[in-house]
């Protein structure tokens, strides 16, 4: 049969319900350690504390003690000793006997010994009978005292109280020190006597502790042998009185377990330094989950003190609550008890400090074992991941903004490993190159092809160079592949683009990396060709503007005499001749206006209409005579644009003239017109916005790309005896128009014209034609000039239409002439002013002194800058008409007519 299986506890609530008394006793110390209820009865102490901590010497006279530490004394476990009647005392002073047995046992490596009390209880005969027991008690137990003196292990000693003189010692002592009876009897133990003890003060301190304990002490003291080794003993002693007042001691050599309490406290003092080293914080607890010990990290993420947490309840300590749902968290005792192994308790774990702080911490638990296997206790550690997590959390969101500020970067992006594997294409770049990110990441660089143009321009080896280099993996120092802002050219589509790019090392925890950024700057590059074209036809026409005046003033000198010489020559042949030399200098003043046209501030005179029919007037007028013919595709509701009639019309006639001289065979030249809209960013020449785009397709041989990249820059030309200015006076005056021309050709497949002219909502204003014929007047007419021969011309053509004429050279001298003839009593038929005076006042400056004296006179501005706003728009700034120079005496003639001095306002 099976015996039955019984918790300690049991045995324990046996004990603790059993009428008989039972005391344990640490054999070493002589201390009980426990007793019974029953024991604490039968010795007359209320409570257990009474008697536990104490010692039979310090309840009982010496020799009964004697005989009760004498039944533990022996070494051997097993059987019961037993003394049949031993006189006892109880806390009041009575005494009764007791039959007392005893059994030593072995507990955790420490031996205690355990005694039954039973009072006995025989059937008294009288008092006297009772007191007669009690001292034949006595007696026989002095015999037993005795013989427990003699032959007990322990050192016992009766010394002499006034000054500590043996009186005599056991066998034991002698064996424990080394000294025999005699060398000690009659001597103090102190130094400089037989030297027991290795200080005065130990037995100082020993007086004192019996004195104050009314007659009881424990000491633990270092002693001395005979042979000079020394031994750590606690010394138990009573005061008793043997003639005189002694002192009994009982010494027991302590130092094994000195010594293993000073490896103990060595070890805890380690493992203190070690817990309060290392930076991770530690909590340990027993199997009920009670805290045990906890380091300073502890103390700090957790808020409690190592003496305030103690016995405390993990669950007070160690407060953690889930970081998503805010819910308490399961015990870290239970999950380790259960599993009996080390448990990663969690991750999103906060623990919530004492005063309310919240960090997210990193924690495992594990079992705490004894040498055979049995769980005490569990061990937390954790660690405060607040930071790291802050840290993780900016790093992804670093991550993420990289990616996202990539994926979103207008350039081309590309990273590479040291070996030369993409790991990061961009969509940009998916744009750039027409590779998708799914068809580069994961292959090598050199299958890219259009980075292996990028990286080794014009080199057919590029793959093979790229896999070499790559080869044995990429490092800083390989500077061949880095570049920056490099510009080259690649073929993409059967089309040459114009890539910028810039590769750089970037070094990383996952090792060397590669960055390329690519850019496709083919519109900028030809946005910038443009730009520098412009400029440079800007430049060009300043200085065309200055050398046109000049020239204008000269052609006006050479036009008067020629005039004049005509007007007085007679012979036919004379007159012949002159009208030619008209004629030249008719063309050489057209060619004037042409450099006029694209000078700066030449600023067209526009009027807003529709563009048809007038252009097919002029299409149809520039290529009569010729064996070409036209042909017109105008789109139906074709928007009004705002223009300059005759400078656009100088743009017509320069490309159907180009066209016809394109086809001197004969051909069609194919004229059509559109309404369209300029989005953002479809062209770097034009703002986006609504234009009229006209254009002009020719059969002709075609144009080479060499010379349609010049086509249009000022004095280019292909043509013999041609001046290079047709279609640069095209690109001007559309750039005035806020609008483009461009050209599209190959050879043998002819070329397209292209011009764009900005749409505009104004209602179109009418236009009249003015027709010249003779003209005849009268009145005087003042004419102010800075140019002598220009004065002269003038008022010779004057006086021969019948005017009379005063001149001037400024606006100062125009003003005095001009009063001067005012207090003559004289009226003005008109004034003739030149623009720009050099070194005196001008006739904008004139003009505005003029009309404070007088608001009717008809006053004409001239000038060699025909393009110049002024005589764009003469009203605007107080003049009545405007003259371009150089002109003839018809045309002075019919500005003067048509300019009637006005009637005076009423």
Known sequence: MEKPHFPGDVFLDIIEGIPQAVTITDTETRTIVYANPAACAMFGYPTKSELEGRTWFDIHPFDVALVVVGLHEDRATGPLTAAPRIPCLRKDGTSFLAEVSALRMVIGGTHYGVAFFAERTEPPEGEAALHLGID??????????????????????????????????????????????????????????????????????????????????????????????????????????????????????????KQAELALFAEKERLAVTLHSIGDAVITTDTAGRVRLMNQVAEQLTGWSQDESLGQPLAHVFRTVDETTGDSCESPVSKVLASGSVVELGNNIVLVGRDGAQRVIADSGAPIRDATGNILGVVLVFRDTTQARRAQTVLR?????????????????????????????????????????????????????????????????????????????????????????????????????????????????????????????????????????????????????????????????????????????????????????????????????????????????RRVGPLFPFVRRTVEFASSGSNVACRFEVAPSLWNCSYDQHQIGQVVDNIVLNAVQAMPQGGCLTVSAENVVVADDESPSLTPGKYVRISFADQGPGIPSAVSARIFDPFFTTKPGGSGLGLATCYSILRQHAGFIAVESEPGQGSVFHAWLPASEETPAGQTDSKEHPHRGSGTILVMDDDPTIRDIARSLLERMGYSCRTARDGHEALRAYRLFQEEGGCWRAIVCDLTVRGGMSGEALVSRIRKLDREVPIIVSSGYAEDPILADPKRYGFDDSLPKPYTASQLGQVIERNGRREPQP
């Open 397 to 605: 969101q670093s991550e993420e903004k990289f990616r996202a500020l990539i994926e979103q970067n207008a350039d081309g992006v590309a990273l590479l490993d040291e070996f030369g594997t993409v790991i990061e294409w961009n969509s940009a770049l998916e744009r750039i190159s027409g590779i998708a990110d799914s068809q580069a990441i994961g292959k090598p660089v050199w299958e890219m092809q259009l980075l292996v143009q990028a990286a080794m321009p014009g080199d057919a080896q590029g793959p093979e160079v790229l896999r070499e280099l790559f080869a044995g993996g990429l490092s800083r120092s390989d500077s061949s592949l880095f570049f920056r802002n490099q510009e080259v050219t690649v073929a993409r589509d059967g089309e040459e683009i114009v890539l910028q790019q810039t590769t750089f090392p970037i070094k990383t925890e996952q090792g060397f990396r590669v960055g390329w950024i690519i850019r496709d700057i083919t519109q900028q590059k030809k946005a910038s060709l443009a730009l520098q074209k412009a400029d440079k036809l800007e430049s060009l026409g300043v200085l065309a503007g200055g050398i046109a005046h000049d020239f204008n003033n000269l052609l006006m000198g050479i036009f008067g005499n020629v005039e004049l010489a005509r007007a007085e020559a007679r012979d036919a042949e004379v007159l012949s001749h002159l009208q030619a030399s008209m004629d030249a200098m008719d063309r050489v003043r057209g060619l004037t206006r042409q450099l006029l046209t694209f000078a700066k501030g030449g600023a067209p005179v």
């Open 136 to 257: 034949e008690a006595l007696r026989e137990h002095r015999e037993i005292a005795s013989k427990v003196f003699n032959t007990s292990p322990s050192a016992i000693v009766i010394a002499r109280m006034s000054d500590g003189v043996f009186l005599d010692v056991n066998p034991g002592f002698t064996e424990l020190t080394g000294y025999s009876r005699d060398e000690v009897l009659g001597k103090t133990g102190l130094p400089g006597s037989f030297g027991l003890w290795t200080t005065p003060e130990d037995q100082k301190r020993l007086g004192r502790e019996l004195e104050a304990n009314q007659g009881t002490a424990r000491i633990d003291a270092r002693f001395r042998r005979k042979d000079g080794g020394f031994f750590h003993g606690v010394l138990h002693a009573r005061s008793m009185t043997l003639n005189e007042p002694c002192v009994l001691a009982i010494v027991s050599d302590i130092s094994d377990m």
